[in-house]
């Protein structure tokens, strides 16, 4: 039989990862933008819900994961061909991952004021701690990254006497 109380035990299952998963949907190329030589060609890239295909904010996708929109290509034929895509070769890509770096300058680490190692504790001689409480357990992962997921940990009786 268990000595804790059963009104105060603590969560061992909780729900996690419950934003909704998103991908990043890249549309088709644009011709190269010059008929003859180096030019620029596009193309749309959007935050979209995986599951329906919505389009969403940008702020709802991972950055660095999102491809690029821009790139140089190169019209190598500048006569005429019945194939159009022979006639153009990308070259390096204006990458979108510079512009998504966030950096914090200057920006130092302050410590909680409310919490030091050197605090010293109220702890009273006679203090009489109860025999039994509840021993928590670490989380365990959360069983998916987006969408809805789960976690577990273990909650235990504890006997301060027997261990």
């Known amino acids: 039989s268990s000595f804790c109380n059963p009104d105060e035990v603590p969560a061992n299952k909780d729900e996690c990862s ?3 998963c998103t991908m990043w949907i890249a549309g088709e190329w644009t011709p190269c933008s010059s008929d003859c030589g180096p030019g620029v060609r596009t193309r749309k890239v ?3 819900a995986q ?5 969403l904010a940008e702020e709802k996708c991972t950055a660095d994961k999102k491809p690029i929109s ?6 190598t034929s ?23 770096k966030k950096f914090r300058k200057n920006e130092s680490f302050k410590e909680d004021e ?10 009273h001689r006679n203090a009489k701690l109860p025999r039994y409480r ?8 959360c069983s998916a990254y987006c969408g809805g997921g789960g976690q577990k940990r273990v909650v235990t009786c504890y006997d301060r006497v027997r261990g």
Request: glycine share 2%; proline share 2%; aromatic share 8%.
């Open 70 to 75: 821009k790139s140089s290509c190169i019209e």
């Open 78 to 100: 500048c006569a005429d061909s019945e194939n159009e895509e022979d006639n153009v070769i990308a070259t390096d890509a204006v990458s979108n991952k510079e512009r998504n």
């Open 51 to 55: 599951e329906t295909q919505t389009q």
């Open 18 to 20: 419950t934003d909704e």
């Open 46 to 48: 959007v935050c979209a």
């Open 114 to 123: 409310s919490f030091s190692v050197n605090k010293v504790w109220p702890f």
């Open 134 to 141: 509840w021993k928590i357990g670490h989380w365990t992962k």
